[in-house]
């Protein structure tokens, strides 16, 4: 049973208990408020994150290959340059590191900088240099529709039901490979 408000919110703890980083892991986009692991190390541009490190992800201060594991969720529409920051990710990862990397594709404009939403193919050109990249899908068609129905008054207040009928019937009418998906899942090693 889905109990979270957002069902995007859904995939992304989904994301984050599946991922099980052993090692050192860099929260890029993180601080205090949106700490997924124990232990990481967090950088924000902005300092009411309250993050670790406070700059700008497309201009990391950290050594090469430093970290272990790195995960940046749903932060990548949220920078001008998305090659850049993946290039930065790249370089702070040890050899044989893992990224964790989540991204919103049909979904509403939740901030004043929301610059894009990537597709598979534009996920894949942008995460060429790792040497496995797995691309999961979040949701598809139902999930999309209910979750749009969730932002208006009634679905406001019938958010666990549409939540939860939108992933059932995705389940049920479940496509390998949805043209419409709330977003993306990647987990790929350098």
Same mark, same amino acid.
């Given at each position: ?73 749903? %932060?990548?529409? =949220? ?9 930065? @990710?790249?370089? #702070? !990862?040890?050899?044989? /590191? ?45 999930? %999309?529709?209910? =979750? ?9 207040? @019938?958010?666990? #039901? !549409?939540?939860?009928? /939108? ?24």
């Amino acid at each position: 049973m889905i109990q979270t408000k957002y069902i995007r919110r859904h995939f992304i703890e989904k994301a984050v208990r599946a991922f099980a980083p052993a090692g050192t892991v860099l929260e890029v986009g993180s601080g205090r408020r949106w700490r997924y692991f124990d232990g990481s190390v967090t950088v924000n541009r902005d300092d009411s994150a309250e993050a670790d490190i406070l700059c700008d992800a497309e201009a990391l201060t950290l050594a090469d290959g430093s970290f272990q594991n790195v995960a940046c969720i749903e %932060v990548l529409e =949220h920078t001008p340059s998305p090659e850049r920051l993946i290039a930065e @990710l790249h370089r #702070v !990862l040890e050899p044989g /590191g893992r990224l964790l990397l989540t991204v919103p594709f049909i979904f509403e404009i939740h901030d004043r900088q929301d610059y894009f939403r990537f597709t598979r193919m534009g996920l894949e050109h942008l995460l060429r240099h790792f040497s496995e990249v797995s691309i999961e899908p979040n949701g598809g068609v139902f999930c %999309v529709f209910f =979750h749009f129905i969730r932002l208006s008054l009634i679905g406001k207040l @019938l958010f666990p #039901v !549409l939540n939860n009928l /939108g992933y059932g019937l995705d389940c049920i009418f479940r496509q390998a490979e949805p043209r419409i998906t709330l977003g993306y899942t990647v987990v790929a090693r350098k």
